[in-house]
Nanobody
Framework: VQLQASGGGRVQSGGSLRLACAAS????????IGWFRQAPGKEREGVAC????????HYADSVKGRFTISRDNAKNTVYLEMNSLQAEDAAVYYC???????????????WGQGTQVTVSS
């Protein structure tokens, strides 16, 4: 499966963005999908995940209550709705897929290119 992440951009602190992860070559409804981010000089961090088994969702503590991950099976796309963005949310965001992934701790075999999120104060 090939993944294409989009929707990044520059937003003011407190603003919102919606990232999209579109797939080709596979049906995302059968995959666990994770969103990860990496800021300069920092390790990659898992942000949100929707599981392959029951579509349950999991979030990093730093984004709980602000970010929402969801699927649109008709569009073969997974979204990450990001609200109340803060400076520390600025990073390159990546989506990833795996046929058996359920949580952010699992391995993901397929990765998309990143999309940049910049938050200005």
């Amino acid at each position: 499966v090939q993944l294409q992440a989009s929707g990044g951009g520059r937003v003011q602190s407190g603003g919102s963005l919606r990232l999209a992860c579109a797939a080709s070559g596979g049906n995302l409804r059968y995959y666990g999908i994770g969103w990860f981010r990496q800021a300069p000089g920092k390790e990659r961090e898992g942000v949100a995940c929707i599981s392959s088994s029951d579509s349950s969702t999991h979030y990093a503590d730093s984004v709980k209550g602000r970010f929402t991950i969801s699927r649109d099976n008709a569009k073969n796309t997974v979204y990450l709705e990001m609200n109340s963005l803060q400076a520390e949310d600025a990073a390159v965001y990546y989506c990833a897929a795996d046929i058996i992934a359920d949580t952010l701790r699992d391995n993901f075999d397929y990765w998309g290119q990143g999309t940049q999120v910049t938050v200005s104060s």
